[in-house]
């Protein structure tokens, strides 16, 4: 776990607004651009990101869509860190080419700033596909193209939509849970500043220290003096 003050300064940047939270923790952790990190490698860098601030490996516990038993899971982020190209990609159907490319963080404000998730998915769909060559006779993109074109991009962006797999231990039942990295890293911080300001509002309590003073000190020695006052 990482110091207190750190943690309290990524959990002060992931307040706010769901749609621009991966950006403004990766802003606090020195990204320059976030905006234009593909999804997967904003995922990446997230993962990167939670184990220096709160460890590597996930407890946690999901209930069986099939019979409702309690699964426990222990999984670890890295894990699904894998090779991926993550540029542009060339499909074609049914007589159709089309060149698309990952989405982005910025895609993701356009679409979160969007009237609806109707406008929302059109808008990402037309961000994502940058060209496209219809054959002779033209007419409307045929379903089978942005089929094409969705299948590619997953495939070169695997972590844009991360899942984790299970199977339910009472049942056998297999499912797929979304992995959030952003959500899940906010969740973490959250429940770790509460920690680090209870043990502020306790120590100035007892001792009449400022907030700088408290978490400037070495954790090992902020807990003897908890130890201490309690």
């Known amino acids: 776990m990482a110091d207190a003050d750190i943690i309290l300064t990524f959990w002060q940047a992931a307040q706010g607004p769901g749609a ?134 997953d495939a070169a962006d695997p972590l844009a939509d991360a899942r984790i797999g299970l199977v339910c231990a009472g049942c056998a039942q297999s499912w797929e849970v979304a992995f959030d990295a952003a959500a899940l890293l906010t969740v973490e911080l959250d429940a770790a500043a509460r920690r680090a300001m209870a043990e502020v509002a306790t120590l100035a309590r007892a001792y009449g220290w400022s907030e700088a003073e408290i978490l400037g000190m070495p954790a090992a020695r902020r807990q003897i003096y908890l130890d201490l006052a309690g």
């Open 20 to 153: 621009g939270r991966a950006k403004r923790l990766l802003a606090a952790a020195g990204e320059a651009d976030g905006a234009a990190l593909t999804l997967g490698e904003a995922t990446r860098r997230l993962i990167a990101l939670r184990g220096r601030l709160v460890g590597e490996a996930i407890s946690a516990v999901a209930n069986c869509p099939a019979c409702g038993t309690v699964n426990e899971t222990r999984f670890v982020p890295a894990d699904l860190v894998g090779a991926a190209e993550g540029g542009p990609v060339m499909v074609e159907a049914e007589g159709w080419r089309a060149t698309a490319r990952p989405l982005t963080l910025a895609d993701m404000d356009a679409a979160a700033a969007s009237a609806g998730p109707g406008v929302a998915a059109d808008l990402l769909r037309a961000r994502a596909i940058t060209a496209v060559e219809p054959p002779e006779g033209g007419g409307e993109a045929p379903a089978a193209l942005i089929a094409a074109v969705e299948a590619a991009l």
